[in-house]
């Protein structure tokens, strides 16, 4: 495609991800909140249903209610082909998404031991989505090809 189309595209695909955080709240913050809420990229607020959050600070041990941010941030991923989505965030909070899927059978002590699974497949998502509706939001990102073999390829 041309340079002036590329930058359309990628223009287009910003302003879909209004919605997005612009930062992410962790679950022990948004916990002693009174109205658990984010701001959104555009200003905007957020909010987070407070039984999800409850029910989330039981799936998670305290220990990592630091280290989990809300919302979860699933990256539908164009460059990895169709229904292929990412994760936005750290090994515990990927742990915690695949615990919730039920793909994890491991407890939580054994957590560093986990070799962690980056992609989601749609119907995962969808899942994720129905149990996590408040706490987990969509992005989309847009890169060639080339772009993701680029960044795969071993720095010499």
Known sequence: MSPSIDRLIEHEIDTLNDHLPESRVTLRELC?????????????????????????RKQVPGLYH????????ILRR?????????????????FMIHRIL????????????????ERLARPQVQVLRKRMPSTSCIGIVHATREDATEDSKPDV
């Open 66 to 73: 630091d280290s989990v941010r809300l919302p979860i941030v």
């Open 78 to 94: 164009l460059d990895y082909g169709l229904g292929v989505y990412t994760v936005a965030g750290n090994k515990i909070e990927l």
């Open 102 to 117: 039920g793909y994890v059978d491991l407890e939580w002590e054994d957590f560093a031991a986990w070799k962690p699974v």
């Open 32 to 56: 002693e909140m009174d109205k658990p809420c984010f701001n959104t990229r555009c200003g905007e607020q957020s909010v987070f249903r407070v039984e999800e959050l409850e029910w989330l």
